[in-house]
């Protein structure tokens, strides 16, 4: 659950900042697959993946933060 709330905000904020799921992935260093595991909500990302997710999309780590 907590993964898929993380997943379609990153899916949101990618789309909106207007990044590709391929040209987002190369920016973050991690494979297609990988990023679409993420914002499917099969897949966790690591504390510092979201830090640098958040830092690509120029957004704070706050502003990514799933609200309940």
């Not at 907590?2 to 260093?29: C, D, M, N, P, V």
């Not at 990988?34 to 499917?40: A, N």
């Not at 997710?53 to 933060?65: M, N, W």
């Amino acid at each position: 659950m907590e993964a898929e709330k993380w997943g379609r905000r990153i899916r949101a904020y990618r789309k909106l900042k207007g990044f590709t799921q391929e040209g987002f992935s190369k920016e973050l260093g991690v494979s297609v697959s990988v990023l679409g595991e993420i914002e499917r909500g099969n897949r966790l990302p690591a504390k510092d993946l979201l830090e640098q997710i958040a830092r690509s999309l120029k957004i704070s780590l706050d502003d990514l933060k799933p609200k309940d």
